[in-house]
């Protein structure tokens, strides 16, 4: 079983939409969250960290779920710039970070 | 101010030559890390330094990979005898501490033939 598991997609949604995407981590001493976003042919760029109460920020929603070993991410009234792919990334108590092997979203006019 | 900086930004070579890639730090970062990110293939953790200390060097693939980092800045990772399977884009990142958020540079794409 991989450490960091998520849905590769494609997510093709129009405009507006709401789009989660759930990502699954088997390491239960994880310490850290977080969901980077990656555009083709780029390097990933932090987009949030994922506390354990929940956070937001503008249309992006974080939440993790510590039971049952996962987080979230929801975009609210996607935006054509919010194509790109989505990383979710793990840290453990040893401060190796692992990531998942993302999940692309497409956001059509 | 400048972020992380990779060179060279591609490479090509042959098999069974030895290649070495180059990572500057955001100036002021103690941490640096290396990953490998296969075609379609999420992040593959390598190493990472605090400062120049490696605490573990087990996400290295083989013995073919090392890596060391000198005076608390720059880093490079040499792949020795390289073979097509470690084809990939090596990218660098840093953090001001370990625990804190890493910023990642362009990459390296390493095309071995």
């Known amino acids: 079983r991989k450490e960091v598991e998520q849905d590769p997609g494609p997510f093709n949604v129009p405009e507006g939409a709401t789009v989660a995407f759930n990502c699954t981590y088997s390491?239960?001493?994880?310490?850290?969250f977080f969901w980077y976003r990656q555009d083709c042919r780029k390097e990933p760029k932090l987009l949030m960290s994922?506390?354990?109460s929940g956070n937001e920020d503008g249309r992006f929603t974080a939440q993790l779920n510590r039971a049952s070993q996962y987080i979230s991410l929801l975009i609210r009234d996607s935006k054509l710039s919010d194509s790109a792919t989505y990383l979710c990334?793990?840290?453990?108590?040893?401060?190796?970070?692992?990531f998942g092997a993302g999940t692309r979203l497409t956001v059509k006019p | 101010g400048a972020g992380v900086s990779q060179s060279p930004s591609n490479k090509v070579t042959e098999k069974g030559k030895d290649v070495e890639l180059r990572c500057d730090p955001i100036?002021?970062?103690?941490?640096l890390y290396w990953y490998r990110q296969s075609l379609g293939q999420g992040l593959e953790f390598l190493i990472y330094f605090q400062g120049n200390s490696a605490p573990d060097k087990s996400g290295l693939p083989s013995d073919r990979f090392s890596a060391e980092r000198t005076g608390g800045s720059v880093s490079t990772l040499t792949i020795q005898r390289t073979q097509q399977e470690d084809s990939a884009v090596y990218l660098c990142?840093?953090?001001?501490?370990?625990?804190?958020?890493?910023?990642f540079g362009p990459g390296t794409r390493l095309l071995v033939l």
């Open positions: 390491n239960s001493a994880s310490q850290s």
């Open positions: 990334v793990v840290k453990d108590n040893n401060n190796d970070m692992r």
């Open positions: 100036s002021g970062h103690t941490a």
């Open positions: 994922v506390y354990s």
């Open positions: 990142a840093s953090s001001f501490l370990v625990q804190e958020t890493q910023y």
